[in-house]
């Protein structure tokens, strides 16, 4: 069945720009949708389809895709939007959905 | 507020039974497709099944598939996922999530409900 790879761990200084990627053979055919987790949270929906934000999300965040690579984006990143991020997607063989291993985002 | 609110964990021992719940409100529950996502202690999150908004299609994720099920009364705005013969591989933090109409999203989720197997 197909998985999809992210970094474990990426760190970035207060107020700069941070891309968080995700890379699988199902992104060649489906989007990536994009969670934020904080410590003893739920995970909340920050990027959903081509590049779509849910109601109360800052627009800091957005989404892209090429080839097998999503990348979410962070721009002028806060102290706040440190947390664990989590790809998703559909797969065509083996589970229809299936999460990344996830990227923890240190804020410095 | 959209809200749902998972309850039925607790402690069990190695191949018990277990039945969780996700009560949810405030929105036309009947609408929308639900999963069940899972977090083993310290891990990150594991898809684990889903069923269509009237209940007529369900999927389970390979590793649960035979021992859980997923189902649905939208009568009463409840899912629920049956687990039998539960491992200690299966001591985690359950979720419900709703799956948005338009795009693959899951934009509303509880807070939770922990399971616990262990002798």
């Known amino acids: 069945s197909s998985e999809l790879t992210q970094d474990p761990a990426v760190s970035v200084a207060l107020g700069q720009t941070v891309r968080i990627t995700c890379q699988g053979d199902?992104?060649?055919?489906?989007?990536a949708s994009w969670y934020q987790q904080k410590p003893g949270q739920a995970p909340v929906l920050v990027i959903y389809?081509?590049?779509n934000r849910p109601s109360g999300i800052p627009d800091r965040f957005s989404g892209s895709s090429s080839g097998n690579t999503a990348s979410l984006t962070i721009a002028g990143t806060q102290a706040e939007d440190e947390a664990v991020y989590y790809c998703?997607?559909?797969?065509?063989?083996?589970?229809?959905?299936?999460f990344g291993g996830g990227t923890k985002v240190t804020v410095l | 507020q959209e809200q749902l609110e998972e309850s039925g964990g607790g402690v069990v021992q190695p191949g018990r039974s277990l039945r969780l719940s996700c009560a949810a409100s405030?929105?036309?529950?009947?609408?929308?497709?639900m999963h069940w996502v899972r977090q083993a202690p310290g891990k990150g999150l594991e898809w684990v099944a889903v069923?269509?908004?009237?209940?007529?299609?369900?999927y389970h994720a390979d590793s649960v598939q035979g021992r859980f099920t997923i189902s649905r009364d939208n009568s009463k705005n409840t899912m629920y996922l049956e687990m039998k013969s539960l491992r200690p591989e299966d001591t985690a933090v359950y979720y419900c999530?709703?799956?948005?109409?338009?795009?693959?999203?899951?934009?509303?989720w509880g807070q939770g409900t922990m399971v616990t197997v262990s002798s």
């Open positions: 389809g081509k590049n």
């Open positions: 998703k997607s559909r797969d065509s063989s083996g589970n229809p959905w299936m």
């Open positions: 999530a709703r799956e948005r109409i338009d795009y693959d999203g899951f934009d509303i």
């Open positions: 069923i269509s908004h009237d209940g007529g299609n369900k």
């Open positions: 405030r929105f036309t529950f009947n609408t929308y497709a």
């Open positions: 199902s992104l060649r055919n489906y989007y």
